[in-house]
């Protein structure tokens, strides 16, 4: 079936009006940005194949060069050139990012820094800012989602970014879409068990903030990371 046969809420540029960007597909969002498949594939179908091609690594896509993006059934010139301006568009935002990193000085920094992420979310997520020896944001990742009440967090996760981002702090946060932002006892068990395994690789457990609108909870604040 071509996308103009799918159900309306299946098509990527219909999914994204309607949910947002978050809620797509690398290879729904590389669709929309290559407009059109071929008389065999579809504009997803295509997508995924050239993300194939990449071993589904953003990254390495973004370091194909333009012939070589050619050398895939369906891509043109128009269509690579497209990609790869989206790409280094991405790539600069990204080192505008890095060379401006924000300092944390508050969990209210932390929380500005962190809110958007969790705008009009209806599900839980998990974030960590990541923070070198200067307090200043490194790196920031979403670890986990689930569904409107909980969401499983894996510490193994959270410290592989770390080490990966060479971070000696970290500030955890998830929203409660209830509105509600008194601690759960399972928030305060993750809380701790992340603090022990953080300690034991010296890297600072700054806070764990949860968000809900434009309120959050401190566990910092509230003395609960002594």
């Known amino acids: 079936m071509i996308i103009k046969e799918w159900a309306l809420e299946d098509r990527p540029r219909e999914k994204l009006y ?4 978050k809620q797509l597909t690398n290879a729904e969002l590389l669709a929309i940005i290559i407009g059109s498949g071929t008389k065999s ?13 990449a071993n589904n690594d ?25 990609i790869k301006a989206v790409l280094e568009l991405a790539n600069r935002k990204g080192q505008i990012n890095h060379v401006h990193k924000k300092k944390i000085t508050s969990s209210h920094d932390a929380f500005r820094m962190l809110q958007p992420s ?4 209806n599900i839980e997520e998990f974030w960590v800012l990541f923070l070198n020896r200067a307090n200043k944001v490194i790196g920031k990742n979403k ?15 959270i410290f592989h970014h770390a080490l990966s981002h060479f971070a000696t702090g970290i500030i955890l946060a998830h929203n409660h879409p209830s ?20 300690k034991s690789l010296e890297i600072n457990l700054f ?5 809900a609108g434009g309120s959050y909870y401190s566990f ?7």
């Open 179 to 198: 509105g509600n932002l008194v601690p759960s006892e399972q928030d305060i068990s993750i809380t701790q068990k992340i603090a022990i395994s953080a």
């Open 118 to 121: 969790f705008a009009d979310l």
């Open 41 to 53: 594939l579809s504009a997803v179908e295509l997508a995924k194949n050239i993300l194939s091609h």
């Open 18 to 21: 309607q949910n947002g960007p």
């Open 143 to 157: 670890i986990s989602e689930g569904g409107v009440s909980a969401t499983v967090v894996d510490p193994k996760v």
């Open 207 to 211: 806070d764990h903030l949860i968000i």
């Open 220 to 226: 910092a604040d509230q003395g609960m990371l002594k």
């Open 58 to 82: 953003l990254d390495q896509l973004s370091t194909m060069n333009i012939s070589n993006m050619c050398k895939i059934k369906g891509i043109g010139p128009a269509k690579a050139i497209t």
